[in-house]
């Protein structure tokens, strides 16, 4: 089993900045493709970033290109999230996702294994 944290949620002021870290634990036993989704309220779950075990790749969602920039830690088994410029739009609960059996770039929800239980952003504008 593999445990997923995450945190660096809250409220923030549209133009604003968030930082969403999310902690991997367990059975982690060879590398791993790592992604942040988000849900609003009525909405499906959507992709919002995708990242490569060694970090050399990486995917974003169209709504978020330009603002969000993922990144990873493996040494810590931590994947972040920076978050800037943010917009109303945004609000949602993020949730970070691993694949413990691919070291590539998954874009869809349903190709990952373990799920964080996510953490609210919320933008007002």
């Known amino acids: 089993q593999v445990q997923l944290v995450e945190s660096g949620g809250g409220l923030v002021q549209a133009g604003g900045s968030l930082r969403l870290s999310c902690a991997a634990s367990?059975?982690?036993?060879?590398?791993?493709?790592m992604g942040w989704f988000r849900q609003a309220p009525g909405k499906e779950r959507e992709i919002v970033a995708a990242i490569s075990w060694s970090g050399g790749r990486t995917y974003y969602g169209d709504p978020v290109k330009g603002r969000f920039t993922i990144s990873r830690d493996n040494a810590k088994n931590t994947v972040y999230l920076q978050m800037n410029s943010l917009k109303p739009e945004d609000t949602a609960v993020y949730y970070c996702?691993?694949?413990?059996?691919?070291?590539?770039?998954?874009?869809?929800?349903?190709?990952?294994?373990?799920w964080g239980q996510g953490t609210q952003v919320t933008v007002s504008s």
């Open positions: 367990g059975r982690i036993l060879s590398s791993y493709a």
């Open positions: 996702a691993a694949d413990v059996n691919y070291s590539g770039i998954l874009s869809q929800a349903i190709k990952y294994d373990y």
